[in-house]
T-cell receptor
Framework: GAVVSQHPSWVICKSGTSVKIECRSL??????MFWYRQFPKQSLMLMAT?????????EQGVEKDKFLINHASLTLSTLTVTSAHPEDSSFYIC???????????FGPGTRLTVT | DAKTTQPTSMDCAEGRAANLPCNHS???????VYWYRQIHSQGPQYIIH???NNETNEMASLIITEDRKSSTLILPHATLRDTAVYYC?????????????FGTGTRLTIIP
């Protein structure tokens, strides 16, 4: 199946700093990618839809100025957590899939810890 | 998307078949049943999907009742590596560029 990578796999940052997470589709082009957040023992919650060449679409309750999404190419979407706080500590997962496929592929996730 | 109901957790002995149920009584005619699983600290993995016929692939089998109000995912010979949270999702045909909505899933533990 198709492969989606994320970098970094884990990151620790200090409160008030920003951190960028990259999501790459390695063997397909993705006009759309999705960003999820998952807190311990909870399910995945969709944060936003990343659209290549246009603005991201955010789910209700997700601050677009705090979670900056850039989809600059058909194989790369980035999520930047700005002015991070300890409550932003979570597991962030991206996904995407070829438009011709019924399957959607998920990245391995990035564990963010804000101290 | 139609709502699904799954047991919170299940145990299964290693080597036995694991049968994971899912209720989706409000499923619409054009909605498919998808199954994903998430092993601890990893991204979800696609398992299988179906509309109304039973489906089988190298990972699992999917049995959908005739009225389509429920389904069962079957892992024929469970191994310890099958320990994961299994998510049942119903929605229109899921092309790669459409979002997924995850419920709480079933935490399956394979017992040695």
């Amino acid at each position: 199946g198709a492969v989606v990578s994320q970098h970094p796999s884990w990151v620790i940052c200090k409160s008030g700093t920003s951190v960028k997470i990259e999501c790459r589709s390695l063997d397909f082009q993705a006009t759309t990618m999705f960003w999820y957040r998952q807190f311990p023992k909870q399910s995945l919650m969709l944060m936003a839809t990343s659209n290549e060449g246009s603005k991201a679409t955010y789910e209700q309750g997700v601050e677009k100025d705090k979670f900056l999404i850039n989809h600059a190419s058909l194989t790369l979407s980035t999520l930047t957590v700005t002015s991070a706080h300890p409550e932003d500590s979570s597991f962030y997962i991206c996904s995407g899939g070829p438009t011709s496929s019924y399957e959607q592929y998920f990245g391995p996730g990035t564990r963010l810890t804000v101290t | 998307d139609a709502k699904t109901t799954q047991p919170t957790s299940m145990d299964c002995a290693e080597g036995r078949a694991a049968n994971l149920p899912c209720n989706h009584s409000t499923i619409s005619g054009n909605e498919y049943v998808y199954w994903y699983r998430q092993i601890h600290s990893q991204g979800p993995q696609y398992i299988i999907h179906g509309l109304k016929n039973n489906e089988t692939n190298e990972m699992a089998s999917l049995i959908i009742t005739e009225d389509r109000k429920s389904s069962t995912l079957i892992l024929p010979h469970a191994t310890l590596r099958d320990t994961a949270v299994y998510y049942c999702i119903v929605r229109p045909p899921n092309f790669g560029n459409e979002k997924l909505t995850f419920g709480t899933g079933t935490r399956l533990t394979i017992i040695p």
